[in-house]
């Protein structure tokens, strides 16, 4: 007997585990009992069925009979320490009684309220007059038992204790409410940290496949790297004595392929780097632009060795030409600088250009840059996009004294958009 009674709530187990990974199995469960608990479990949210099946996974099987075991030891040991105190008044059997349906319904019902914690929040009024009605209807309930067992006529049991009952049910049951509110609230409070921790978690695996395709689409739109690098360096040696500026032009050209290519396969790098390769973009374009393009860096040299995610300068750079200098008729001037204060570094990439022409709206690359930032400073690290003084337009990504990456994430390789 004893053995099929385990195995039954081993079984029971088992299946409550398995409607907390897939709800859609509550109808599957094998008695009637089981099939209404189930159903109850498949209506929590994702989160509290995850931290339910967590803690029967951890805590199933001998662990909750071991803990309820000794749970009833305890009321049990409880009831017969009120015997002996108030002899007088509770007989052992009585006193035990008590003990464990007081303990029991208590412990159960936070317990409950635990894992259920939404539910009990979103009906907080009904489930309150619902605690102190219990409790109250109980305390009269055992008065008049009590009263019943002394042979007193009940009416006159009533008149006498009823009323000192029903104030020790209320305050009970309000205590007790009290204590169940309190749980769901800090409960409650779990919940939305977490909801936002998972919903980041997922951003930032959006943000990451995101990148990691554009990143591919690159890569597959380049024919034999080595080849071009080679070709190109040909065609520098080649024109060295009889076309300097095609010599320069070119050599710009494979600085810039080179950098480029070496920023997408890493993850940070140096300003010094990033200002090196964001050079080598504006050079060339400086040699289709001609004098309609005037460059201007400002990198102080304490700040070279200082880092950020790869390919993010560029973006900005490139945004400028585009967006800023290409439009305009007389061109104008990019000026790319690094500074830091007391509110901390600043990269900012500044041009002279047609400005942000209403209505304007930010393009993907530069919510590339915005994103990542999120992504991996949090509120650390910012972009700022705002007009110039008299004309253009200056960006810039701050970041806040101290700021590093998230711990464990990993910057994802970008390409400018």
Known sequence: MWRRLVQWHRSSENEFIEVLRRPERAEQAGSRWNRFIARRLAKLTAIERLQLERFMVRYGGWRSDAACAALVALCCTIGALVHFAWPERFSLLAAVLLANCFILSLGFGVLGVWFNYRQFSRHL?????????????GALCGALTMAAGDGRPVLDALARVGRPA??????????????????????????????????????????????SDERLKLLQAQIEPHFLFNTLGAVQQLAEDGAPRAAALTAHLIQFLRGSLAQMRGERVTLAEDFRLAEAYLRVMQARLGDRLQLTFVLPPALAGRELPAMMLLTLVENAVKHGIEPALRGGEIRIEACEDAAGLRVVVADSGVGLVEPWQEGVGLANVRERLQLLYG???????????????VAAIHLRPGAAPVPGQVAPSAVPV
Do not use: F, H, K
């Open 125 to 137: 009024p009904r489930q309150v007059v619902l605690i102190v009605a219990v409790t109250v209807a």
């Open 166 to 211: 029903a104030i020790a049910g209320l305050c009970t049951g309000l205590c007790y409410a009290g204590l169940i509110g309190l749980v769901s609230l800090i409960r409650n409070r779990d919940y939305e940290a977490m909801a936002e921790q998972m919903r980041l978690e997922s951003e930032r695996e959006r943000l990451a496949r995101r990148l």
């Open 379 to 393: 509120e650390a690290a910012w972009l700022s996009v705002a007009a110039g003084g008299e004309a253009g337009t």
